[in-house]
């Protein structure tokens, strides 16, 4: 497919010049009514989005709404639902000046931000368990969205479900969605029109500047066209790093007294150069390197990593009767990577003494999904059901090849304190073609749900019964391998695997008063199994190649949510049972399990005029149980703390009209960087401040935002791997200061 570019260039040119020209209206005076100018509000609602429920109303503050999407069951109000469930929204969104999914989630207690194995992808651990941007859902379906990094730019809402979710959403294309669910909301033109153009600059060389529009058309306002395009550019608070993003989506929607549609295209183009590798430990290593100064960059300077993607969504929903609803929806995407990369593995954890070789790669990804349901009311005697059925389906074709450069001579020594340097080596041993990468892999996912919401008491009782039936298959494609110049694999052989499963599920909610409510929820997870190695802790495996049946993961959960006007919360006791692999007389089976149970407390919400909350305390204990190893046994999972938090405050302060403040303090203990939990890491905390300033400029609103991240420059190991029994270490960004001004005409 031939790259699709869009000239983004005079985005850039309108944001300056609309910057250069608030700023000379801001040189006038406007006048004032009073003592004081009255400022101007801009209101824009969200339409609905193929939905008659539409987006669910901010709760007061306005940094998280009332409810969010909850799988197949449709948009739920947050007290009425058996999950723990948190929305941010675009006006958190906007005031932190977010850049991407990772860059909100850092608000959520629950969730800690990694990176995705071996690149540059923003992944998230869920109860301890990983969630990879591939198993993002955008507007209810997977795999739609780009894979490694998603700008904030694309999407109006962040929607975190916690737990596990196979019933709600299904099994998700790379297997995660155990410990939780990320949906990504698009934007919709509001109910007023909306032309903001912003432009701003941070810490490095880099540079900002996008576009937002919205219209609505037609005598009754039923179409709507909203548009985002945003560029960023240049160095990076590390060192010597590069980063460079262009993204442009279109999102449209229709709506009659009973039909709704909407459609949404966007194309991202993220290019990376000299980008700070993860840090592996070497075999050898007993100790953990103190983490490094946060701006060294020990990154060989050829290395990169580009994607490019492009991607298309329809959904459409119709009201057959008052009681039934019909929907559809069915969404693209066509991508493709190339990466030249150096990761580094230390060899000495004292001395920070590392070695590294080029790894280079390309993928191209085809995604082809679709969703189809009814959903409907009836009442049996006293009894009230909201039912559902759905059918869904998923598609991956993904082509790869990669390149390595092996034995001694094309490895480089550097040391992670003082970093060096050298040349690009070149690739003696191939997979695949790099400049024509061949189908490597396929995935096919179906499903079909059937769930009943049953209302009595009331209304005070929800009691949801449910179950998905879908089947897992595969098809993995060989590589032709060659090794300096001769093939020493033909490739092209292929394996299948296909398995089914019912996934049950059933939840209850009784509100016991209008504000409190007790929910419980018994629900599982699904995954592929894992493939039997050739050999486990240096024993050969007899079944070597045989792919394990689908993983169930078992979850129980109890909490209290609480909604006071003002002030929310809830409080959630989970614990998740889900299965390993171990060998057993010779043969990889799944035997094995690991336990994450904890305690979860979010906060939100505006318990004072004028000054808004949010936050939490995550109390984690992930074991890892029947390993068959004594040395494992009993121990912490990787990259997985016993605690975490954050707190944010965003203040308006009194007798300074259109003036708020804001800190928020993220915090995360010691977590192994090992299975057998004798590398430890240090835990870590971070402080962030920001301010913006709202005023009127000849009836213009204007917003200027600031923001300092990690405010006392701390060096430290942000996260511990990112990827199943991997534990390699990121190490946190240093002190970040970011500027926007905005106009909305």
Do not use: C
Not at 506 to 515: Q, Y
Not at 604 to 616: A, D, H, M, S, T
Not at 670 to 684: D, E
Request: hydrophobic share 35%; glycine share 12%; aromatic share 8%.
């Amino acid at each position: 497919m031939s790259p699709i570019r869009f000239p983004l260039r005079p985005v850039t040119l309108a944001a300056a010049l609309a910057l250069h020209s608030f700023v000379a209206l801001a040189q006038t005076p406007a006048p004032a009514t009073g003592a004081s100018a009255t400022l101007s509000t801009v209101t824009v609602e969200a339409s609905a989005d193929a939905s008659a429920e539409g987006l669910a109303k901010p709760f007061a503050g306005g940094q998280v709404a009332r409810g969010g999407r909850v799988g197949i069951l449709g948009t739920q109000d947050v007290m009425s639902t058996p999950f723990s469930t948190t929305s941010y929204t675009s006006e958190l969104i906007q005031n932190q000046q977010a850049r991407s999914v990772a860059d909100v989630l850092q608000n959520d207690p629950t969730v800690r931000v990694a990176r995705g194995f071996g690149n540059f992808q923003e992944s998230f651990f869920l109860r301890g368990f990983i969630v990879n941007s591939d198993d993002i859902a955008y507007n209810g379906l997977y795999g739609l969205l780009p894979r490694q990094y998603i700008s904030s730019e694309l999407f109006e809402r962040v929607e975190v479900l916690r737990g596990a979710s196979a019933f709600l959403n299904g099994a998700s294309p790379s297997g995660g969605g155990i410990g939780g669910n990320i949906n990504l909301l698009p934007k919709r033109a509001g109910s007023e029109p909306l032309t903001q153009l912003a432009l701003g600059a941070s810490s490095g060389s880099q540079g900002y500047a996008a576009v937002d529009l919205s219209r609505r058309f037609g005598p009754d306002q039923s179409t709507g066209i909203r548009i985002n395009a945003a560029h960023r550019g240049g160095g990076t608070a590390v060192d010597d790093e590069d980063v460079k993003l262009d993204v442009l989506s279109v999102g449209l929607d229709w709506r009659s007294r009973d039909a709704r549609i909407s459609a949404d295209i966007g194309h991202q183009e993220h290019r990376l150069s000299n980008t700070r590798p993860n840090v592996t430990l070497g075999a050898a290593v007993t100790v953990v390197p103190s983490a490094p100064d946060n701006r060294t960059n020990f990154a060989q300077p050829w290395t990169f990593s580009n994607e490019r993607d492009t991607f298309g969504t329809v959904r459409g929903e119709y009201d057959i009767t008052s009681d039934i609803t019909a929907w559809a929806a069915a969404g693209m995407r066509s991508s493709h990577e190339a990466n030249s990369l150096a990761g580094a593995t230390v060899s000495n954890g004292s001395t920070g003494a590392f070695t590294t070789s080029r790894f280079d790669n390309t993928r191209e990804d085809d995604v082809k999904t679709a969703e189809v349901g009814l959903r409907g009311k009836l009442r049996t005697g006293s009894i009230g059901h909201e039912w559902v059925l759905a059918a869904s389906y998923f598609g991956l074709e993904k082509k790869n090849a990669y390149g390595l450069s092996t034995g001694a001579a094309n490895s480089l020594t550097s040391n992670i304190y003082t970093p060096r340097y050298g040349a690009r080596t070149g690739l003696n041993f191939l997979g695949n073609d790099l400049a024509s990468p061949a189908i490597n892999g396929e995935t096919r996912l179906n499903s079909f749900a059937i769930g009943d919401t049953l209302s009595f008491l009331d209304d005070r009782a929800l009691l949801t019964l449910g179950v998905r039936n879908q089947n897992l298959a595969t098809r993995d494609t060989s590589y032709r391998v060659v090794s300096s110049g001769v093939q020493t694999a033909p490739g092209g052989d292929r394996t299948s695997y296909s398995e089914g499963r019912t996934s049950p599920m059933v939840g209850l909610v009784f509100k016991a008063r209008n504000d409190l409510s007790v929910y419980a929820n018994y629900i599982e997870g699904l995954s592929q199994g894992e493939t039997a190695p050739a050999q486990s802790n240096n024993v050969p495996v007899r079944n070597v190649g045989e792919q394990l049946k689908p993983y169930v993961s078992k979850q129980k959960e109890i909490g209290v949510k609480y909604d006071g006007g003002s002030i929310g919360g809830n409080v959630a006791f989970f614990s998740t049972e889900k299965p390993r692999a171990l060998v057993e007389n010779g043969f990889f089976a799944s035997s094995g399990k690991d336990r994450h149970q904890g305690i979860e407390l979010t906060v939100f919400g505006e318990p004072v005029k004028g000054l808004r909350v949010l936050g939490g305390l995550t109390l984690l204990d992930a074991e890892q149980k029947e390993t068959g190893s004594a040395a494992t046994d009993g121990k912490d999972v990787i990259g997985v703390a016993k605690r975490q938090g954050s707190i944010g405050v965003d203040w308006s302060v009194p007798g300074v009209t259109g003036l708020s403040l804001d800190a928020r303090v993220v915090a995360t203990g010691s977590s192994y960087a090992n299975a057998t939990n004798t590398l430890r890491v240090p835990g870590w905390s971070r402080l962030d401040i920001g301010a913006r300033y709202v005023t009127d400029i000849r009836g213009k609103l204007v917003t200027f935002r600031g923001r300092i991240d990690n405010v006392a420059d701390r060096n430290y190991w942000a996260s511990v791997g990112g990827y199943p029994n991997s534990g390699y270490l990121v190490l946190g960004n240093p002190r970040t200061f970011s500027l926007t001004a905005s106009l909305e005409f």
